[in-house]
């Protein structure tokens, strides 16, 4: 149906021609052909002067836009990721107009709220379809629209060229121009270049931060870290989950220190303070990035951090290990160490070796219902101790998805079952938790 209409509209608005060169495309123009109803679209209204002499007053027909590069941007003026989003995208905007590229942005504004619309767009240059317009919403189905903020590129030709390029925006800023799966291609390739000439300077040096701090705010010169192998631990006090996972990092550092010096932590702070911050890593025996370093943006871009805890181990020669070293950290602890592709073979060789004295079936005092057999599990949680696990061996009733680590099935239960209570701290504004991570909203 939408099809259909889009086709009817098409007629209506646009000339043959396009349908001739496409006709199988449902591209673009088509959708401005939506915008074109009822033959034009208005600038944001407080948009700056010379640009409203340019487009000769507030309505502008979509003549304008053609032959050149459009954005469709989908936004929602209150919602945090898209004001966050904006900045960046004005910035690229405005490289691009400086060097005379033909690139408009007509923004699609889902908002209810006239007023918050007015105040967030109001410094922006761009074309906006009028709050409330029966085309958003066909537009956000013909693009089946499913995130927020979302950029739709067409092209100079009319065809639709990306669905959303927010994030390669975020990411490579102008240097994603035109928006074309080949300049992704490109990106990808250049990305790939950087992480192999990646080493710990180039990543945790920046202008003349080029240190980390010890306890007592000692600062300690990244070179003195360069050959070791570090754990970058993004973490906040006012999360949970990474208040919970904090001891068994502990745990696992004084056991791996104690066998190899050349290791290092460095928790990188989401805190909302100094004072969080100074209590949280009073409770660490590691190093830290300052509280407010300007160098945690950077690490957070480069490794796509988007929940706490996370773990990413750095080699010795700078290059990322994994960026699944918490994960690494909850199964196997210290045994873990140093989290590369060769020592998680060892570890399930350790594994299927160490299975090898077990039982294959037991009976629980835990679970008295049924036997319970050896079984390779992912994605269960002991029901002994509470602790997710991502694969491993599990003491497995199938009937009653009941699980018990080895561990827990073989050692006497020894009572140990729940950690302390967790403080009730006020959730962080702008992130979610769902227990295991907290991710921003
Ligand atoms: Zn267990
Ligand atoms: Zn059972």
Redesign the pocket.
Known sequence: MLCSLIANRYFFCLRSTILKANPNICCSLQVLAFITEPTSISPPLTCSASFRKKLSGLQVPVSELEGKIVGLYFSLSAYSPCVDFSPKLLEVYEKLKANGESFEVVVIPLDDDEESFKQDFKNMPWFSLPIGDKNVGKLARYFELSTLPTLVIIGADGKTVSKNVAEAIEEHGVLAYPFTPKKFEELIEIEKAKEKAQTLESILISGDRNFVIGKGGTEIPVSDLVGKNILLYFSAHWCPPCRAFLPKLVEAYHKIKAKDDAFEVIFISSDRDQGAFDEFFSGMPWLALPFGDSRKASLSRRFKVQGIPMLIAIGPTGQTVTKEARDLVMQHGANAYPFTEERLKEIEAESEEMAKGWPQKLKSAQ?E??ELALARRKDYTCDGCDEPEEEGWSFY?E??N?DLHPKCALEEDKGAKSDAKQEQDPPQEGWVCDGYVCKKA
């Open positions: 679970h219902e049924h009733c009937a009653c009941f």
